[in-house]
């Protein structure tokens, strides 16, 4: 709208002409003063006139781009709204579908738990002791009824505790129960670095049984006793699902770090828990890019049908496999890879040892074959700097063992759905 200032100049600009052309009909033309003053006041009405006209169509113009600028800015709005349901009807979906993947990875869960639990009662039955014969009472009534003077010396002294390596096959197989029933299973990880760097690249998992006293059970100890009774597939079912929590914990801090699971031919062979396993898994293919299962060369070599199956399973959801405790190096390699193993773990002492050959092929070459078929080679049980040395020498990338980390606990809260806070052992940098 015009200022009161440019309204002013503007009626000037026709007032002071109407009254020079008044005084000039008057002065020049003999006009009677009325038809002079007549016409004056006709031509201020007629420069009024067009004033106005001019005035209306500039608040037209103006009118007209501020209908424009709402008319844009209510289409903008639109737009927004628009965005802003599309958002919200996505966010609704996302929501709607993460929320059931959520559900049915803990019904996936529940269902391995409940799997769990079975299989260590049947473990329970099938090793539990028969019950002690009852003890008939020889003495005759009359001398029950006397009593007798007991002694010190007639009370048997307690029996002294026994230490884990003084236990037979039976108590231990009840200390072993004893631990799975009370959540006694530990996980460890030993890292696996790169070389010359020693950066942690992978973690492998291990687990220990507690007793209820604090002593560790490791594997080569309860191993030989749980087998036979049935109750490994327990074992490494529990590691399994501790390796997968750390393997959360890991994507969530966007680590690159991988962990190795081992995996025995028991677990494969488990009818009841795998299918559950690969269903799980089938939900969280996320995973295969952290989570290694790693299998001992025995298992591979000897796998039949089923654990060929199983191992097929999961390798069509992504996930790659390692074969470790390798004692003979005459393996194909290209089978290996075929069957998605991208890990080989050698132990230093069968790596630099320079005695086995791979077919035609000398352990010093053995890098070089396995690169060739798209498979990394990893020396373990490293000790000693010395054997770094070699392990360069042929150029391996890879190493584990004691001398680069011992096997480390993982603190709860790892293993909790809460925030991570100082780990027992260091996650690997990115």
Sequence with gaps: MPSPIKQIAATLLYIVPSIGLAYGAILFFDFDPKLGALTGLIAAMLGAEAHAALSRTVERKATRKELQELTSLAAGLSRD?????????????????????????????????????????????????????????????????????????????????????????????????????????DLYLQPVVSLPQRKIMYYEGLSRLRTDKGELILPRDYMRVAEPAGMMPTVDNILLFRCIQVVRKLAQRKSKAGVFCNISAFSLLDEEFFPQFVEYMQHNTDLAQHLIFEFSQATVNGAGHVERASLEALAALGFRFSMDQVTDLRFDAGSLHDRNFRFVKVSAATMLEGTHTAGDIHAADLKELLKRNGIQLIVDKVEHEREVVDALDYDVEFGQGFLFGEPRPVRDSVLKDEPLKAPEIPLAAD
Aim: negative net charge; hydrophobic residues 35%.
């Design 81 to 185: 709204l628009d965005d802003a349901a599309d958002k919200i009807d996505e966010l609704e979906e996302r929501f709607e579908r993460e929320t059931n993947e959520r559900m049915e990875r803990i019904f996936s869960e529940i269902r391995v738990v409940e799997s769990l639990v079975k299989q260590l009662a049947v473990t329970r039955d099938f090793a539990a002791p028969a019950p002690a014969p009852e003890i008939e009472a020889s003495a005759p009534a009359e001398e029950a009824d006397a009593p007798e003077e007991i002694s010190d010396s007639d009370v048997p002294p307690p029996k002294p505790e026994k230490r884990l390596e003084d236990l037979d096959d039976t108590e231990l197989l009840d200390t072993i129960r004893h631990s799975l029933e009370t959540n006694r299973v």
